[in-house]
């Protein structure tokens, strides 16, 4: 403590100037970058070397076959055979490129398809003014697309004589337009009726909230395919005797009650994330139950779960596929009946259906879940800092 | 002012017409409601006996004692078509349904796991593959997927003369994939019970070094003595049982014929296309699980415990992964009951699963649409419950407690 500066060895101050320490190494640029990401390590070497691995047995065969030994034009099975053409063929979308019509709109009459592309429109505006979050009007939007859309569909698909639109018959309908068509009416139906039975679920009436659990517990706890075969069976069973219900109606029954289950769990996530003051600041304005729900609760819940929304319209719209089980005509199963044409009787032409109908669920599916990313950062972003 | 005696507050409530009074009115509400539910469920039964009286269509449940009459490609008890009753054929579509859940959830827990794991590495390119994995199997629907594995892979593979040939004498053909088949002998329970046992005495090690510790501070070896014990107990008593010269198990291998293979076990190609369906399918949904489960765990998580000194190991396993499980359990848990669940698609390629026997063949067959989906909604309904209420139970148990 009391020692001078004297006392005190100096040996740990340094006498000599220091060598000049090497340069730093690079932090920024494309080399640098591959340093930190690829090679930092032995093992992260070695992963890079196996991410190369995979990339090496998976992309030459797959651009082969999708472009380089593709087969783009042609009318019938001999452009795409090897035996006939001499050279190995990958792909052969001379067969897709043939097929288009019969995989958008299945046996629907050439000279009514017209009215299938109007529906294909009306569809786009709908759902383009209720994805837009900026959209003018969108309540008339919502009511378009709840209402009119709906009506206005099927006058023009199913027919109507005194509008001069013939009719034509649901069996008739296929491909995507019947995949659309599916996918729509599950939305369209489920939304509505999903609201509903979340606000029941979250009622205060013991005997509302156990019907509506019920009902959403059944329809989570079964597959798909079991509601399915039961519209299918059941549906005509549980009506009266005199009244038939149409082959592509009972499907869509099912698979409105199934997805209205799932949607009432989403939009319930809204509700609950809703603080109780909004309620109680409702009510002590004088709103009645249902002006609170309509006017301040479930505009701020259901723009909380569009992106749960939207990524349950995806789950749906794969799930459409499971129709074709039931004899449904959807786009899977144009796909399955066009694969077996002997006129296309070539050994790539299955692969080629498949991996068109993947391409056309994978463009959509994936479009719909960068918006559903696009709308949540948005929301988030009055969260960000 | 506000204070002033004069504004008492009225000693009792005014009376309202019973028209305004809420509790009426809620009443009211359920009555309704549960009149038109029963109204609607009494119409649709009653609608039912009628259209089944006019088909002639049987009632009840008397045509499970029934022979079935149809034969089953894939069937793990015994099923014959001329003996084997309509009973014994949801026993074996339950059992079908049941194998396939079992197996693709292990494979695509580890396939799952993997990837969520590999899409989170700091190697940029190993995790831009595992993303596009997930997006690209996300994005394609299951039975375009199941229908690709069986029609166009499974179907366009060579016949059994030229068989391929996978390393550790497994071959792969039309007819399926044909593996090693292990055929135990009598006395090979013994094995089960050697690995009961060691099950049995690792958690009675674990407990007791967990109170030694508790005690005196001192840490125990816990997961090499496990390990020693789970597994070096069956393999112990196969060593003694060989050398007994009473072989537990043997391996029958399968042969490449002229014609044909001969022994192993023939997994049918509907089997292995379910699996590699679901397996492949799920993954993708669980890596995801499990790369939200991991980020959910702060940083500041892994700063602290090594701030305290902690090892990347303990790390990992004392902080980050109990955390990270909290969040991965309920989620992945759905994801089991949706493969359980999507193992139903097998309708589309012809595996016998429950669906496919029951409400395929059997309805058909006899009928009788409303015993026949009742009793298969039932058995999965029963599955998503039990495993709702099992899930209730493990989240109350981990659920964070806060003061």
Redesign the interface.
Known sequence: MSAGPQALSLSFIRRETVPAAPPPVLVSGPLAWARANLFSGPGNTLLTLLALAILALAVPPLARFLVIDAVFTGANRDACRPDVVGHPVGACWAFVAQKINYFVYGSYPIEERWRANVFFGLAAVGIGWLLWLDAPRRGLGALYVFVIFPLAGYALLAGVPALGLAKVPTALWGGMLVTLVVSLVGIVASLPLGILLALGRRSQLPLVRLVCVIFIEFWRGVPLITVLFMANVMLPLFLPGDVTVDRLMRPLVGIALFSAAYMAEIVRGGLQAIPRGQTEGAASLGLSYWQSMRLVVLPQALRIVIPGIVNSFIALFKDTTLVSIVGIFDFIRTIESARVDPNWAAPTVVTTGYAFAALFYFVFCFGMSRYALYVERRLAAGQRR | MSNSPSVAPPSRPPRVSPLYDPRVR?WA??IL??LA?GLLVW??ID??A???R?ARIASGFGFLSNTAGFDVSQSLVPFAAASSTYGQAFVVGLLNTLIVAAIGIVLATLLGFLIGVARL??????AK?AGVYV??I???????QL??WY??VLS?LPGARESLSLPGSVFLNQRGLYVPKPILAADAWAIPLALGLGLAAAIAYRVRARHRQARTGRQAPVGLVGLALVLGLPLATWGVLALVGADPVTVEVPVKGTFNLRGGLQLYPEFVALVLGLTLYTAAFIAEVVRAGIQAVSRGQTEAARALGLQPGPTLRLVVIPQAMRVIVPPLTSQYLNLT??S??A??IGYPDL?QVF?GTV?NQTGQ??EV?AI??AV??S???VT?LVMNVYNRRVALVER
């Open positions: 809620g509400y359920q409601l549960v539910v119409a649709a609608n039912a009628e259209n089944l006019n590495s700091p190697n940029w390119m190993l593959l997006e690209v996300r994005n394609i629907p299951l039975l375009l229908l690709f029609v166009a366009a669940k999507n139903s698609l309708v589309a669906v409400m309805l649409a409303v989906v298969t909604m999965y309904l599955i998503s419950l709702a």
